[in-house]
């Protein structure tokens, strides 16, 4: 049961515009997300994260809107950049974050690979 | 501050062989996840380890074992190797105590191939 689908194996965008990865839930109890992005040969490292009790989270050229009633959320990268080009990984926690759950247990969509030509 | 290095890079074992993986978690960290990634697939959750104990599992068999030290780091064993172990294994580290920690820290990962 996939509970974190990435329905978009792979995207490519031009360099200096706008690369939207998204993300789609099924638990409607999850209330925490984050994205990973991962080089080849590397760990995934962490990009971003939102909470259930807000609609968006801004971290320099990297913003993440979350729709809870679409169960829905979308990563946007302004403007992209060629060392950009990365596997994005949407991940939620199985543990409810706002009770004080850890994240050790994530559970991450199939990634979308993202290309940014120049 | 060392982040989280993983032992060995690559591997490969035939069907029916033992494997013992080997992680040191960021300084700092008191507990350690591993994470089994198949081909075209997103990460899949094995176990935890928090204060030497396992701290939660997921949906794989008992041959996969592990064992955290006094020092942090972690082992993880796989018994009875099967062709579909074959995968990117990580390593993620993070401090448990926060209230709501954000970030797990991966490690490269040990690639095992299972023939």
């Known amino acids: 049961d996939q509970q974190v689908k990435q329905n978009s194996p792979s995207l490519s965008v031009q360099e200096g515009r706008i690369s939207i990865l998204n993300c789609d839930y099924t638990?409607?109890?999850?209330?925490?997300f984050l994205w990973y992005k991962k080089y080849p040969a590397e760990g995934p490292t962490f990009l971003i994260s939102i909470s259930s009790i807000k609609d968006k989270n801004e971290d320099g050229r990297f913003t993440v809107f979350l729709n809870k009633s679409a169960k829905h959320l979308s990563l946007h990268i302004v403007p992209s950049q060629p060392g950009d080009s990365a596997v994005y990984f949407c991940?939620?926690?199985?543990?409810?974050?706002?009770?004080?759950?850890?994240?050790?247990?994530?559970?991450f969509g199939k990634g979308t690979k993202l290309s940014v030509k120049p | 501050e060392t982040g989280v290095t993983q032992s060995p890079t690559h591997l490969i074992k035939t069907r029916g062989q033992q494997v013992t993986l080997r992680c040191s978690s960021q300084s700092g960290h008191n507990t350690v996840s591993w994470y089994q990634q198949a081909l075209g697939q997103g990460p899949q959750f094995i176990f935890q380890y928090y204060r030497e104990e396992e701290n939660g599992r997921g949906n794989f068999p008992p041959r996969f074992s592990g064992l955290q030290f006094p020092n942090y780091s972690s082992e993880l064993n796989v018994n009875a190797l099967e062709l579909d172990d074959s995968a990117l294994y990580l390593c993620?580290?993070?401090?448990?105590?926060?209230?709501?920690?954000?970030?797990?820290?991966f490690g490269e990962g040990s690639r095992l191939t299972v023939l």
């Open positions: 993620a580290s993070s401090f448990k105590g926060l209230r709501n920690e954000v970030e797990l820290f």
């Open positions: 638990n409607s109890m999850f209330d925490y």
């Open positions: 991940a939620a926690p199985r543990a409810l974050m706002n009770y004080g759950g850890s994240q050790g247990n994530l559970i």
